[in-house]
């Protein structure tokens, strides 16, 4: 799916990719879903890949609101340069650790809903345009909309279908 480019677009590719992320992990048991994957990576399970999706909802919520109010947000977050999404990303997992899969799945659910209410209340040149918003620098607000939520789960899914994949 290309990247999108208007607001349709983005709702459509959020919910569809978010859809799949879905159906792929229904698609297998509760011991898989609960497994560990057999590559080395920062996430090991699905809760992990679930949990970092929605920490990464809260950081754009949170930039969104702080940019909003006429503010500059601190991105990605305070202590944590682009440079350092890494060390980030790694924080994130650290916090997550003692959340159960079924927790991970209700908080994204909920911070899915969140980003597609925020993308809805706004027009296609609100989203689209570069530097529409002040807070945005010199890309869209849109721009940030897609990472967070259709590219970032196409990331899932591909981290899924290599899990399910080692399975077999």
């Known amino acids: 799916m290309a990247r999108p480019k208007s607001k349709v677009e983005l709702l459509e590719a959020a919910e569809h990719n978010y859809q799949a992320l879905l159906t792929l992990i229904n698609t297998m048991t509760d011991v898989q879903q609960n497994g560990t994957f057999p590559f080395e ?3 090991r ?3 992990d890949v679930l949990v970092h999706l929605h920490e990464w909802h809260n950081m754009m919520k949170q930039w969104y609101q702080v940019g909003m109010s006429g503010k500059k947000p601190i991105m990605p977050r ?3 340069s682009w440079k350092t999404t890494a ?3 790694h924080a ?3 916090h997550y650790q003692d959340t159960d899969l079924q927790t991970a799945k209700a908080l994204l659910a ?3 809903n969140e980003m597609f209410c925020l993308i809805d ?3 296609n040149e609100e989203l689209f345009t570069k530097k529409y918003y002040q807070w945005t620098n010199t890309t869209s607000l849109g721009s940030y909309l897609v990472s967070a939520t259709s590219s970032h789960y196409d990331w899932a899914v591909k981290k899924l279908k290599k899990y399910k994949k080692q399975l077999s």
């Open 92 to 94: 994130i997992w650290l």
């Open 41 to 43: 990576d920062r996430d």
């Open 121 to 123: 209340r706004h027009s």
């Open 87 to 89: 060390e980030l990303n």
């Open 78 to 80: 305070e202590g944590y």
């Open 45 to 47: 399970n699905i809760r």
């Open 110 to 112: 909920h911070s899915h």
